[in-house]
Structure formats: C-alpha cells, structure tokens
C-alpha cells in the first residue's frame, strides 16, 4: 500500500529539526541549506511551512530526465534516481513546480528527498507532529477529526 | 576542529576593516564558547573602568559548539560587553536562528572594537564579509531593519539589529534577531548603537560537524526524551508558555505587585498563561532546533492596543502587568510588541515605570515632570504611553530610558528603584523565595533570574522541591545554578534545557560535538571558572561586596498578606556562606588560591 509524507504547517513551529535531521542522517553532518526538507518561516505572523518533494505520481522531473535517472519506484512510494545515469543537466530542477529538486555539483550528486528508504527521520524527530508517514487513504484522516471535534464542540453548544 | 569552527572574526570598525584569526583551543576548552569564551575575550581586551559607552568597549557575539546541531534546544548565542545600565560585565542570549547561521557560514564569534564614523551594519555571506552603509535604516525599528536587510541581502538571512532604542543609547536597549528574539537586559544594544553598528545580517550554507556521530546521536535522543517526557519542559511551557508562571507565583505569595510594595496581584488570572492562551495565542513557536517551544505568537485585534508578533513572557507580562497593578492582557502585549520593534528590555522598562508610578503615587514626582499624564497604578494607558516616550526619546520617556535607578536618583529617591547594581529584579519576590535573593544579590550582571534559577527547585520542584522560605543551604544551591548555568550558556543551549536535562547530560553531548573530554566535573568547572572571571572584571570595575545586596524594601519591609506574610529576605543568613563557599574572602574576593585552582 502506498505511504506519503503528510505535512501539517498548523503544528509547525518553524523549529528546523527535520532539516537538521535530514542533512545528518544523509550527509552526517549538520547543513540546512542541503536538507531535503526545507521550513520556511514568517516570523511576525509566527507561520512556518515546510515543504520537500511531494513524490508525484506523473512527476515533471521523471518525464524531462533525458536518461532516464530519475524514475517512478511505486514500491517504496517514491520518485527515485540512479545516480550512475545521471548526468548533471538540471532538467529535474527546472522541472519540479515544488523546487523539491536540485543538483549539487561540487559532490555531483541529486539532492531530493528518498524518504530514508521508507523511514523518515524529519517524521522521527518532529516534535509536534507536524511530518507524519502515513497510508495515503488515511493522510487526511486528522483533519477530519479536527473538523468533528469542532462540529461536535458547537452542536452540544446549540443542542444543550 | 568539531563543535567550533575555530574561526573568530575581528572587525575594526573605525578603519572599516574585517580580518579572521583562528580560535585557540586551550581557549575553546577552557571557556567552551558562548557567554565564556566572550567573557574571555573581553576581559583579556578591554580595561574594566572604561565609559561602556565609549569606543574603547567593545562587542562579541558569540556561539556554542552546539549550535547549528541537533541537540535539543541549543540555538542561544551571547552577546557580551561591559553593560551600561549596570557598569559590570554584561552577557545576553537569545535563541532564534541567527547563533546557528554564524556557525553555518564558519564562524564561532564575532569582536566588533571601535565606533564606525556613519551607521553600518555587517553582512556575512559564508566567506564573504562586508561592511556597508546603514545610514538608511537608521530610525528604523526592529521590523522593519530586518525586512529592509533581507530584501538588500538575501531573504533566508539571520539579521541580529538594534531599534531606535538602541540607537538613542537606552540603557536598556537589546539586540534582537528574528525580529521577535531578544539579547535583553543590561543594554547590550546601547553598545551597539554608540558604534554605529545598525546590524549583524548572516547566510550561512556550511555545515557543522561533530566529532562522534553515533555518539552525537543517541546522547541527543537521550537528552530529547528526557526534556519530552518532563512536566514543564516537555508539556506545561509548549501548552502555556512562560506565562505560566504567573498564577504559580502568585499562590505562593512571590508575585511582586505594584513596585514590590505587596507581593499578591488580584488580577494576576487575567495576565497568566492560561488567559493568554485562551485571548490571544496564535499558536507555539520554537526557535532553531527547540523541542520545547515556549513562543508565543500572538495577535491582538483590538484597535487601541492592536499589533502581532511575539510574547509576552512570564517576565514581560509580570512587569507591565502586577508589578505596575495592570491587569490588561492586551496592553501589557502591546507593550511588549512596542519593545521588541524599539529593541529594548521589557522586565527593566516595564520595572522603570512601576517605579515612576511608585514616586508619583507618593507625590515625589507630578504631572509636570511627566508631561501632563498622571501616572497610577493599574493606569493601562498611561503604561502604554511610557514605553512610546521611551521608544521615541520623548519628554520624560528620556528619563525612564535611563533605568529605575537613575530615575529615582535623579528625584532624591533611589530607594524607590528596585534594583541591585542598577539593574531591575525580574519576576520573583526574595522574600517569598530567599534562594533567589541571594541570586539577584550576587548575580554578575545585576540583578537577574537567569543568572541561577533556584524558583526552579523552591518553586518548582525540579529537580527536587527545596523549601522557599528557608535560607538553609541556599547559598550552596545558588552555586551549583550559578555554574551550572555559566557553563550551560557557554555551550549555545537553552536554559529551558535543563527542565529534563542536567550537567551530566550537557558535558556528554559537549563532548561527543567536540571530541574534547568533558567529565560533568569538568563542565561544572568550566561555569565557575566563569563566574569567576566575571566577578573578577567587576571587582576591577570598581564594585565590591558592598554592592552584592537587595533594595531596603525586600530587606527591611515585611510582606504584609498573604502565604510571604511577615517575611523579609535574610541575605545576611546566606551572603558569608556564598562567599566561602566559593572561596572568596570576608569581602567577597576570589582567593589566590581558588583562582590558581581554576586556571585563571
């Protein structure tokens, strides 16, 4: 069955761990800047979103690949790519609408999220629960209950 | 180097030059970074009877090994110079993202020496560093500094700036980043505003590395399920914030009200964290890689008082609320808003103005020195008002920009002033809770929770209930919060931190970031060799153990209702204990022998 990275910006407090997670967990060292969540924050309205690659069922990137890179990988839920075939062009980055993409040259490498081989450690360490790894069925299942709750907190209000 | 990225950067700013030296590593593991290694390096450079606000003071924000990693709520950097509100050394932390991105662009610190000819703020793009002209943004507040920076830089940039507090030398004027973090009290920003230095803006895209990473990892998950699964670090302050703390210190008697003249406030449900949370919570904020997130963001739609940002603190709503008899939620926010766009501290200036109210309610001071506006307690207006003078450098806003101290000298009346080495006591009444008397009396930087904070134990009961109304072992408490603090800031964490974590848990994941063996010893070491340094600066400064005391109010005056009733603080039970304790002569000198023992 098929899993997706739900994201909930209503609980993030723009704190970065994932990004912090992410980078350490790939890279074994601490960089923002090349995590493949990125959080971005407004500080003012105290609003923070993350966003990362969505793994598209059609994705852009797949279908501009001239070598066929990057590719579909439905079993693990997942856009993946195949390092050896890549050839550093950047169609992928100009692709993506999500910029959930880019190509680092200095270690000539794809740099996208691979949702750690079906083990998120952003989801990991998030500590308000605003990554979840979830049965895309079931991803907007708490929303629906929120929406209950409040239904039902104001249908005891007018019934009682 | 891990943990470090041992390289300071120097700018001179009165030949407009910037040149980066490497950090030694004796001095690293010394003074670990942060509050030590600047305290450090200020006390090596800078001779302690100088004007603070002269070009001979010079500025150092500096980092932690910890920052930009993982570890749970670690993003503090310091800010430290001689302060000019109190005279002594002075070192301010805020969280947020800008200790973090110093590291990420390769920095452990940065000294800032002379004043620039015109304004100017720095601008670090990982290895490039510039000087440039800030003679735009001069009179800008906060917000819009760093809005401003942002779109002339680059729009992901941490921007640490002063406000037009800072700028006009308030004494109590912050460095703020984020727009909402603040460097308060003991008017680091006044320092930055007599050198012409605007802003610090930084975009770092490096990495930090530490020295184990498996080790890294599984001390930092430790130490997260640890603060997780405490009571107030994991859930009571992500819930209700700081703020919470007002109905807490007011059932025990401890919640100074109306310029310390009764420590009970009525209308303290009104201002607490519960009331906050239902009225005007946005919703949680954390800074860089917190865990706890204590934020508050906020909104107040109400006209009169409207605005959005961050806050108000348990420390913030106390000041601007029971401590000038002001039970309005959204003019104490507003306040608060006011502060943090003017870049100025809110526990001194909300302190100010209750004292103001104290000298106008006992006719030492009328309307005509405070330019028409009657100023009484539980007046939410007229609150609102002083911190726009203030802000704005306007009529008697120019007197209660130079702290409660001054201001009540100035009228013959510095007893009115509720302060310890002219800096404002927070939050706690010494007389509900003695423990912490003896902290504000010794505390290096004036009067200050943050220097040691026993309401931890003698309120909170973590890590273990200590009764509050004794003196008994009070003065070896005091220490052990003392140093352990000093260290705890030297490392880039968070004090909230230690609301799961302690020593031990702290020199472990220092010594995994750095490779540098830190037994909790060691660690408890590296804070009293601080805090020694920085009493040593003092005593050079000019002060003496005639200055380690309480206002004559919390010494003499008992508390008249409530849970306190009857009380005063009895330092004198617990001041000679401290000071052999610590190893200090009679009269509060550090001995030659305490100091060859800590390597100083």
């Known amino acids: 069955m098929a899993k997706m990275l739900m994201i909930y910006p209503d609980r993030c407090t723009g704190c970065h761990d994932c990004e912090l997670a992410c980078s350490f967990f790939h890279d074994g060292e601490f960089r923002p800047h090349t995590s493949r969540i990125h959080v971005s924050s407004w500080e003012m309205e105290g609003f923070s979103m993350p966003t990362t690659c969505v793994q598209c069922e059609d994705a852009p990137c797949v279908a501009v690949c001239p070598t066929g890179a990057l590719y579909n990988d439905p079993g693990n839920s997942r856009v993946a790519w195949d390092e050896v075939k890549c050839i550093g062009c950047r169609m992928c980055t100009l692709a993506c609408p999500f910029g959930a993409v880019v190509f680092e040259t200095g270690k000539r490498r794809i740099i996208k999220c691979d949702l750690c081989d079906g083990s998120p450690e952003c989801v990991k360490i998030c500590p308000t629960c605003a990554l979840d790894y979830i049965e895309e069925t079931d991803a907007a299942k708490a929303r629906k209950k929120a929406i209950a709750i409040e239904f039902k907190k104001a249908f005891e209000e007018v019934a009682s | ?600």
């Open chain 2, 1 to 600: 180097m891990n943990g470090w990225t041992g390289t300071i950067v120097r700018v001179d700013l009165a030949a407009g030059t910037v040149k980066k030296e490497s950090l030694p590593a004796e001095l690293a593991r010394k003074f670990i970074g942060g509050r030590g290694l600047a305290s450090k390096i200020l006390c090596d450079e800078v001779d302690p009877t100088i004007d603070p606000l002269s070009p001979k003071n010079k500025l150092i924000f500096s980092t932690g090994p910890l920052n930009g990693t993982y570890a749970p709520s670690a993003s503090h950097y310091n800010v430290v110079a001689k302060g000019p509100l109190t005279g002594t050394i002075a070192a301010s932390s805020s969280g947020g993202m800008f200790g973090p991105m110093l590291k990420y662009a390769g920095y452990d610190a940065i000294i800032f020496e002379g004043k620039a000819k015109k304004p100017v703020y720095l601008w670090i793009k990982d290895d490039e560093i510039e000087l440039r002209s800030a003679e735009d943004l001069w009179g800008r507040n906060t917000v819009e500094t760093t809005e401003e920076i942002r779109l002339a830089t680059d729009d992901e940039a941490s921007v640490a700036c002063i406000g037009p507090g800072g700028e006009r030398l308030v004494l109590f004027a912050n460095v703020m980043n984020e727009c909402n973090r603040a460097a308060g009290r003991s008017g680091v920003g006044a320092v930055m505003g007599s050198k012409n230095l605007k802003a610090v803006a930084v975009r770092g895209t490096g990495a930090v590395r530490v020295s184990d990473n498996e080790a890294f990892r599984s001390a930092s998950q430790r130490a997260s399920t640890k603060i997780r699964e405490h009571a107030v670090g994991g859930k009571g302050l992500r819930t209700y914030g700081t703020d919470v703390l007002v109905n807490i210190l007011n059932e025990i008697g401890g919640l100074p009200t109306r310029n310390f003249r009764e420590s009970q406030f009525p209308g303290a449900d009104k201002v607490g964290g519960e009331s906050l949370t239902a009225r005007i919570l946005t919703r949680p904020r954390g800074c860089f890689s917190c865990i706890i997130s204590c934020g508050r963001a906020t909104r107040i739609k109400n006209p009169k008082f409207g605005g959005m940002g961050e806050g108000p603190e348990y420390e913030t709503a106390w000041a601007f609320g029971p401590d000038c008899g002001i039970d309005d939620l959204e003019a104490i926010t507003k306040a608060n808003y006011l502060c943090n766009e003017a870049g100025m501290d809110t526990i001194t200036m909300g302190s100010t103005i209750a004292c103001a109210m104290d000298l106008f309610e006992n006719g030492i001071i009328t309307t005509k020195d405070t330019d028409g506006v009657a100023l009484n307690f539980g007046d939410a207006e007229a609150m609102v008002e002083m911190v726009r003078k203030t802000a704005e450098g306007e009529g008697f806003g120019k007197k209660l920009a130079l702290g409660s101290y001054r201001l009540a000298e100035s009228y013959g009346h510095p007893e009115y002033s509720m302060s310890v080495k002219k800096q404002e006591m927070p939050a706690y009444d010494p007389r509900a809770v003695q423990g912490i008397g003896l902290n504000f009396a010794t505390s290096n930087r004036g009067a200050c929770h943050v220097r040691g904070y026993t309401i931890a134990p003698e309120v909170l009961g973590n890590p273990e209930k200590v009764d509050n109304m004794t003196t008994d072992g009070k003065a070896k408490l005091d220490i052990i919060f003392q140093d352990l603090t000093a260290a705890l800031d030297s490392t880039g964490a968070c004090l909230f931190a230690t609301f799961g974590i302690g020593g031990d848990d702290l020199a472990e994941l220092l010594s995994c970031a750095t490779g540098v063996s830190y037994s909790t010893e060691d660690f408890m070491k590296a804070g009293e060799r601080i805090w020694n340094l920085e009493r040593i600066f003092n005593l050079k400064a000019g002060f003496s153990a005639r200055d380690d005391t309480l206002p004559d109010r919390i010494l003499k005056d008992q508390v008249l209702k409530g849970p306190a009733k009857g009380q005063v603080n009895r330092l004198g039970d617990m001041l000679p204990e401290y000071y052999s304790l610590r190893g200090w002569d009679a009269s509060g000198v550090p001995t030659k022998e305490k100091l060859q023992e800590l390597g100083l």
